[in-house]
């Protein structure tokens, strides 16, 4: 059961990189949804130092899945951010957290053939409930806030389950470092893709002309910290079911409800908590349901 330390210290490491998004997504360097997007995948590069510790050559066919596997990661995050831009985070937090768990379950269930127990299988609804409420927040129109952008939402969600499922695919045909490895060179390489297009080359370069003293070492350690964060989901990955990784992505927002809360009277500009007796409520219940997520799953 390792790999749900693994899990949840990886969500905790990407509770921290969307703290210090924040603060970047003040930026004007850092809005727009191709910018945002072009560095995170540029910075997986980094990846790269874990060569000594086994890094091999898988031969051809697995090396295009492999990138397959990071361009697919990339598209994913591009229309994420695209759909983030155009609506309130806390809608697109909870609509994604919501559905994506489903639609992982069904691929891995379609082409790894992974199947759930009975326990492995209430655990995965519980945990799914847990992620929801943990995320769900009111609009400025109430929980019936209609979604801008639909298709983005709709493009994330396949994306991302695809994207988890073909790298538990990757790892079980090979190892950790190899997979893994391999799979970041494909964000990399979409990254250098983007910068052959000329309008989109004067976007992103334009906009680090526009970065405040700061932000290059902000954005720096939240892509360092991002790229732990992802190491240890995709090792919580190759050693446990894809399914109940992704589930516990609910650990996420909790660490983050956490985080808000005690960073925000420091910084009451940029990380604010609505609280009252209903929001206090809706989290602790929230957190309740992944806590009992989790002990299901190790009974």
């Known amino acids: 059961m390792t790999w749900i330390i693994f899990a949840v210290l990886g969500y905790f490491l990407y509770s921290l990189t969307t703290v210090s998004n924040k603060f970047l997504l003040r930026q004007r360097a850092t809005t727009k949804p191709l910018v945002f997007t072009f560095w995170v995948c540029l910075f997986s590069i980094i990846t790269f130092i874990l060569a000594p510790f086994g890094l091999h050559w898988p031969g051809w066919g697995w090396i295009a899945f492999d990138l ?35 639609f992982v379950l069904f691929f891995s269930y379609l082409f790894l053939g992974e199947e759930l127990g009975k326990m492995q299988l209430a655990a995965f609804l519980v945990l799914t409930l847990g992620g929801f409420l943990i995320s769900l927040e009111k609009g400025k129109d109430g929980f019936r806030e209609r979604l801008k952008g639909w298709w983005f939402f709709a493009l994330t969600i396949i994306l991302h389950a695809a994207y988890f499922v073909m790298l538990k695919h990757l790892f079980i045909y090979q190892d950790f470092i190899t997979g893994f490895v391999w799979s970041r060179m494909g964000l990399v390489l979409a990254a250098l893709v983007i910068l052959l297009n000329p309008a989109w080359r004067k976007t992103i370069f334009g906009s680090a002309r526009e970065a405040s003293a700061g932000v290059d070492f902000l954005m720096l350690g939240s892509k360092i910290v991002a790229g732990l964060g992802s190491f240890f989901i995709s090792l919580a990955i190759a050693k ?12 996420e927002y909790a660490f983050l409800f956490f985080l808000t809360i005690l960073l ?17 409520a809706q989290k602790i219940a929230a957190i309740f349901f992944i806590c009992l997520g989790l002990a299901l799953i190790a009974l």
């Open 68 to 102: 397959l596997t990071g361009l697919v990661f990339f598209g994913s995050l591009w229309s994420f951010y695209h759909a983030l831009d155009i609506n309130e985070a806390s809608r697109t937090a909870s609509f994604f957290g919501g559905l994506t768990p489903i």
């Open 264 to 280: 925000s009277s420091k910084f009451p500009n940029i990380l604010r908590e609505k609280l009252n007796g209903a929001i206090i």
């Open 240 to 251: 446990g079911n894809v399914s109940l990784v992704n589930a516990l992505q609910g650990s």
